[in-house]
């Protein structure tokens, strides 16, 4: 609901028409007909006494109606404030959210209802359900600032990350400004908007737009204690220094992460741990430190098996000639595990890697296949491990025109980098 009187003018209207009286009747006594159109249109504010005696009219005891909403909508704002915290909610909740829904409630009461109900069926993974319902909400915003809107503008960002619609997300923001809403909202709200702005520009490969707004997330995260949103500033802040370059920068992240997640037990699961260490593992590896990144890969894997992370160290392993640890991921995870495509490319190509018995067919068959993925996926860091890889085996067969050809991917791979770091 709308936190100021022009809200009860819109429940006026919307309670006269349901009960199918005219202006003439509920404002005599009270008030001329065209001051009740005015109220309704949000043109005038009455006084409170005026509003309750309106009410009156249509049969509304005002008073029990205005805490009645007042306690739903501090419901809603209680769950939305748990969906992003991350938190589960009781099917009591989701219930009473439903309920809130249905045609008996104030339209602008089933509005917000609804919007909280698509920010809970993208938590479910439920995504489709819930970008049906923002695309019948969005004719109804007022594009404002208020609740409807920012509730609308931060779902809509959550709902592309969750498409993976990054280059999306990414571009509306840019050319449309939508935080400019959520300047009047909670300082987390628009903090978690400007991580998910932020998340989406680094997928995007805008680096220096997405270290913009993850500092603007942090920004408005000072002075509240919500350790999980804490632990993600940090380690997204770190990927993107590690991204461009900045490894000190990005360690302090990775670091000030570990610190907080070592003495904060509530946020302690495999998950957090395995992703943490497998971003400082990166780092090390991005700088050629392949004891420290085998040493950190393997603690990803020991508190939660990530195949993100199990790719990686088998190409860490890989460079360092730690063939007997490599022949050891390789059995435990076989390539049926994978399903990511770049993480089963990989693995065929370190497979393939370390067979004695090479072949100019071989070698090329999975160059089409893995580097034509890696390019059109932008994965320019693999093409720089791999490509010249495979040229040291094309020269060592005397195919050095296959050769040449890994070496020139490498170098445009190379191009594009530099390029992605000074866009």
């Known amino acids: 609901m709308e936190n100021n009187e022009h809200a009860w003018g819109k429940l006026l209207k919307y309670y006269r028409q349901k009960k199918k009286r005219k202006q003439d009747d509920v404002a005599f006594g009270i008030c001329t007909p065209s001051y009740l159109s005015r109220i309704e249109n949000g043109l005038v504010i009455a006084e409170h006494s005026i509003y309750a005696q309106l009410f009156e009219n249509l049969g509304i005891d005002f008073n029990q109606l205005e805490q009645q909403l007042k306690n739903q909508t501090a419901f809603l704002e209680q769950l939305y404030e748990k969906l992003l915290l991350n938190a589960e909610l009781t099917s009591d909740e989701i219930k009473q959210l439903t309920d ?8 602008e009461q089933q509005l917000m209802a609804k919007l909280v109900y698509a920010r809970f069926l993208y938590s479910i993974k439920d995504d489709d359900d819930a970008r049906t319902i923002l695309n019948e909400v969005e004719p109804l915003v007022s594009w404002k600032k208020d609740r409807i ?10 709902g592309h990350l969750s498409f993976h619609e990054f280059e999306q997300l990414s571009l509306k923001e840019a050319e449309n400004q939508f935080a400019q809403y959520l300047s009047n909202a909670h300082p987390f709200e628009l903090a978690n908007y400007h991580y998910h702005i932020a998340f989406a520009n680094h997928r995007s490969y805008k680096l220096h737009k997405a270290l913009e707004h993850i500092e603007l997330a942090q920004q408005f995260f000072i002075h509240q204690y919500k350790p999980l949103f804490q632990l993600k500033l940090y380690s997204m802040k770190g990927v993107i220094f ?24 509530s946020i302690q699961t495999p998950v957090q741990w395995s992703s943490l260490h497998n971003n400082i593992a990166y780092c090390f590896e991005c700088q050629e430190n392949f004891p420290e990144a085998s ?13 993100h992370s199990a790719i990686n160290w088998m190409r ?3 460079v360092q000639k730690d063939f007997e640890q490599l022949e050891i991921l390789f059995n435990r995870y076989e390539e049926i595990r994978f399903t990511v495509p770049h993480h089963i ?10 067979d004695t018995a090479h072949t100019i067919r071989g070698l090329k068959l999975l160059e089409d296949e893995a580097f034509t993925h890696f390019d059109e996926q932008q994965y320019y860091s693999l093409i720089l491990f791999y490509a010249p890889l495979w040229g040291q085996f094309y020269e060592q067969l005397h195919a050095y025109k296959q050769a040449s050809n890994c070496y020139r991917q490498a170098l445009e791979a190379s191009e594009k980098v530099r390029q992605r770091m000074s866009s």
């Open 100 to 107: 809130i829904q249905n045609d008996e409630q104030p339209f």
């Open 316 to 318: 860490t392993c890989f």
């Open 149 to 158: 809107t920012q509730l609308f503008v931060a779902i809509t960002a959550f």
């Open 242 to 265: 590690n991204d461009l370059h900045r490894f000190r920068e990005a360690i302090q992240e990775f670091e000030a992460g570990l610190e907080l997640l070592s003495n904060v037990q």
């Open 345 to 354: 490319y990989q693995r065929r190509l370190l497979q393939y890697a370390v």
């Open 295 to 307: 040493k950190h890969y393997e603690l990803a894997n020991q508190y939660d098996e990530d195949l």
